[in-house]
């Protein structure tokens, strides 16, 4: 079986922490980061904002990501092999590519690919918080998060919705993060469907606590905590669906 699972969103909400977290602990998984496939600088347009279009879908080499989909989807073993991931055989036969970006419903080859779609978010003030706190390759300009982050992100999410492309509900932060924390993140409901990827167990020192709260409503099956230090040890955080 071969699943696709998108983890979309707006800018800083913690996408690449959960696809790197659910890389780390899934077997047979592979990740594919849309900000790898950013144009070089000096095809970025500026805008009538008076920014650079760093946030707009035609910065992106979409094909050549639309590529590496497909060159997943020919060959999954090949391809985990291809990119340092040791397949393992004794896993349930099934492979998982984490598709992670802020455009990921936006280019329409991509849509029906996705075995579930999810998408992230976190408030208006948190965002900007974060994105103050990052370092980019090309910094901010002043400005940049009001003037031309934050649009695109609305413009392009009202596109998505009026699309119809359906994803899981929203994850999203129950309260504000305190600077220098973990992000405590939650699911407001059980999503209508999951995915069947079977049992799994996933050593606690490679997820981060942060991102627990939202595997039930990324997976179905029996996952488990497996404590190293006490391998009798087995703390269930997921009960087999009915």
Wanted: charged content about 20%; glycine content about 8%.
């Amino acid at each position: 079986m071969k699943l696709i699972v998108g983890i979309g969103g707006m800018t800083n909400g913690g996408k690449t922490t959960l696809a790197n977290g659910l890389h780390r602990s899934l077997p047979n998984c592979c990740v594919i980061h849309q900000d790898d496939f950013f144009k070089p600088q000096d095809q970025i347009a500026v805008g009538e904002d008076g920014f650079k279009q760093w946030d707009v879908l035609e910065s992106l080499d979409m094909e050549a990501m639309l590529s590496t989909v497909r060159a997943w989807l020919s060959n999954p073993q090949k391809f985990a092999r291809a990119h340092g991931v040791n397949v393992q055989p004794g896993a349930p036969d099934t492979h998982i590519l984490l598709l992670e970006g802020f455009l990921l419903y936006s280019y329409e080859p991509l849509v029906d690919l996705y075995s579930r779609r999810y998408f992230l978010t976190v408030p208006y003030e948190e965002c900007k918080w974060r994105r103050s706190t990052r370092t980019y390759t090309v910094p901010d300009p002043p400005g940049l998060f009001d003037g031309h982050v934050w649009p695109m992100y609305q413009k392009y999410k009202r596109e998505m919705e009026a699309h119809g492309v359906d994803v899981g509900k929203s994850l999203s932060r129950t309260r504000p993060a305190r600077r220098g924390s973990e992000p405590s993140l939650s699911h407001p409901s059980a999503l209508s469907s999951a995915l069947p990827l079977g049992n799994l167990e996933v050593p606690p020192e490679v997820l981060p606590q942060s991102l627990l709260p939202l595997i039930p409503s990324v997976f179905s099956g029996s996952l488990t905590l497996r404590s190293a230090a006490s391998p009798a040890r087995v703390t269930s955080l997921l009960e087999q669906p009915q």
